[in-house]
């Protein structure tokens, strides 16, 4: 698996020179000439654990959630005063864990981000099943979130066993939906889980945006090396053809493709914490990407005070980019939403994309994975399958492999990729 992706790294960089990362980091970020910038907090709280998600998460407990927000609003003015006037940022997402068991809190995060940036485009959340109530979608929308994302993974009991979740009702979380009206209301599934028919992802598809959804994200299952997941991930051929089925359906029915594994049924409706040029995270485990640098904080909530409490980032790991590894990152994460413009491209590089890939993408064309339509080159449906088929390897040769060193060290020295 890592000879692919070693491989193509390799190729796509034109050198032999791994992704290094490494624990010595800045205290100053350069954020502030950055265009296109989002902001990620991260709460890691759960009222129970499940055993498929590789995410960096513990049990909730009021004091421990106290004693983070506080040190996370910390976090927040040691980075937000680096910048010497207020920077605007496109978006907001709250991510984890389950954040909305810090809902009392949220306000005080936002009022404290809002002393140092502009937020033009809202304020996304993710929420648990279980905290799709009236009265609690009532504190997010008077906090200010302005899109809402709920990991259903499935609305059919078989699946809910077998992922260890709780069944749930949709015309309860349809009731408090009517309640209080957000932009995005975005559905999570998860798809190619064990014996999953085209006919069981469409059912689930239908029932989310008759219950209340202008949005869905289908997630492929992962199988992290670190989780105690039992389930087998499905053949390649099998979830090929679901793919292109449920692609084909959703398209069908007349919902738009904003990103690889997302559909809505509204026009502006989108939640998207991972296509930005550029983003800060704040709180353990979240990452940051800038013009010449990728950096993860701690894993550990204990390690996380404890520099906070010195004043010092939480920066783990650390990796400085060379020009070509950026251009790959940039391309890998803005081919999510399915095209790259070249302009933007141009835009951000300062040197045309075709100079820097032109043989890759003429490749790419003749092999039917994308077409080109004036600035922009669109994936097609076998091209987003092979993307998706891609990502599974990049997922699990560089995030599983960094992530379960990360949960066991508080801070590795180094680490290539
Ligand atoms: C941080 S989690 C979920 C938010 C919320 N705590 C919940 O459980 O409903 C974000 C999403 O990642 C997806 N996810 C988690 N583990 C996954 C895995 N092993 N493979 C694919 N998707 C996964 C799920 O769809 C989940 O809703
Ligand atoms: S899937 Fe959601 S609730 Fe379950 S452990 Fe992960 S973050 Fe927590």
Redesign the pocket.
């Known amino acids: 698996m890592s000879t692919i992706t070693n491989l193509t790294r390799m190729w796509l960089t034109r050198s032999r020179k791994p992704f290094i990362f490494t624990n010595e980091f800045d205290q100053h970020l350069p954020f502030e000439a950055c265009e296109n910038l989002g902001l990620y907090v991260h709460i890691p709280f759960?009222?129970?654990?499940?055993n498929?998600?590789p995410?960096c998460?513990v049990l909730y407990s009021k004091e421990l959630c106290d004693h983070y927000i506080d040190t996370l609003l910390k976090e927040i003015h040691i980075v937000g005063r680096q910048s010497s006037a207020k920077k605007t940022v496109t978006s907001l997402y709250f991510g984890?864990?389950?954040p909305a068991l810090a809902a009392e809190r949220l306000p005080e995060i936002i009022e404290a981000l809002k002393q140092y940036f502009i937020i033009t485009e809202g304020i996304g959340i993710?929420l648990?099943p279980e905290d799709v109530t009236a009265p609690l979608l009532q504190k997010l929308k008077t906090a200010g979130i302005t899109k809402i994302s709920i990991?259903i993974?499935s609305f059919q009991k078989k699946y809910q066993t077998l992922l260890g979740?709780k069944s749930l009702d949709p015309f309860a979380i349809h009731r408090a939906l009517k309640t209080v009206a957000f932009e995005t209301v975005s559905m999570d599934f998860i798809f190619a889980l064990p014996g999953q028919t085209f006919e069981d992802l469409k059912t689930d598809v239908n029932t989310a945006f008759t219950h209340g959804a202008n949005h869905i994200a289908i997630y492929p299952f992962i199988d992290f090396t670190f989780t105690a997941s039992p389930l087998c991930p499905m053949k390649k051929k099998e979830k090929y053809n679901l793919l292109n089925n449920i692609t084909n359906y959703c398209q069908n029915q007349g919902y738009t493709r904003t990103s690889i594994w997302t559909f809505s049924s509204k026009k502006n409706a989108r939640y998207s914490s991972m296509t930005r040029d550029n983003f800060l995270g704040f709180g353990c485990s979240a990452t940051t990407l800038l013009r010449d640098q990728f950096k993860i904080n701690t894993f550990s909530i204990e390690e996380y005070c404890r520099r906070i409490d010195r004043q010092q980032l939480p920066t783990s790991l650390t990796l400085r980019f060379t020009l070509r590894q950026r251009m790959i990152y940039y391309l890998f994460w803005t081919a999510y939403s399915t095209q790259i413009n070249e302009a933007d491209f141009e835009h951000f590089f300062n040197i045309p994309l075709k100079k820097m890939y032109g043989l890759e993408l003429t490749a790419a064309k003749l092999l039917g994975y994308i077409t080109k339509e004036g600035p922009l080159y669109r994936m097609t449906l076998k091209g987003a399958f092979y993307y998706h088929y891609y990502e599974n390897f990049y997922t699990l040769s560089y995030i599983d492999k960094m992530w379960g060193i990360m949960r066991k060290e508080a801070f590795p020295p180094h680490i290539e990729l």
Do not use: D, M, V, W
Not at 46 to 50: G, K, L, V
């Open positions: 759960c009222r129970s654990i499940c498929f998600c995410y998460k984890g864990g389950t993710e648990h990991g993974q979740r």
